[in-house]
Nanobody
Framework: QVQLVESGGGVVQPGGSLRLSCAAS????????MRWYRQAPGKEREWVAT????????YYADSVKGRFTVSRDNAKNTVYLQMNSLRPEGTGVYYC?????????WGQGTQVTVSS
């Protein structure tokens, strides 16, 4: 079955960096577009970044453009989100998502807290 497992979250000071990972299994990862989302406390889940199946194309929300970088390693079935210059509003649970044969799959999320 499809599984997505995020890791790498934690507590970081404003201006700091974190790298999130999402390990995928149960589907052909190298043929799947992958996306990152986040959900801040009390808010709806919002899209953060997208990467094409071969990593050629990436897209970002305006709020993270220039600070976050999405990448993937198809040999390891893993997608990454490098987050630099983190801000307090970046606090939340970060999720990766795969769409497989028209169905969406989500990981369990990883908590990121940006606080001094």
């Amino acid at each position: 079955q499809v599984q997505l497992v995020e890791s790498g979250g934690g507590v970081v000071q404003p201006g700091g960096s974190l790298r999130l990972s999402c390990a995928a299994s149960g589907f052909t990862f190298s043929l799947s577009v992958m996306r990152w989302y986040r959900q801040a406390p009390g808010k709806e889940r919002e899209w953060v970044a997208t990467i094409s199946d071969d990593g050629t194309y990436t897209y970002y929300a305006d709020s993270v453009k220039g600070r976050f970088t999405v990448s993937r390693d198809n040999a390891k079935n893993t997608v990454y989100l490098q987050m630099n210059s983190l801000r307090p509003e970046g606090t939340g649970v970060y999720y990766c998502k795969a769409t497989v044969r028209g169905r969406e799959y989500w990981g369990q999320g990883t908590q990121v807290t940006v606080s001094s």
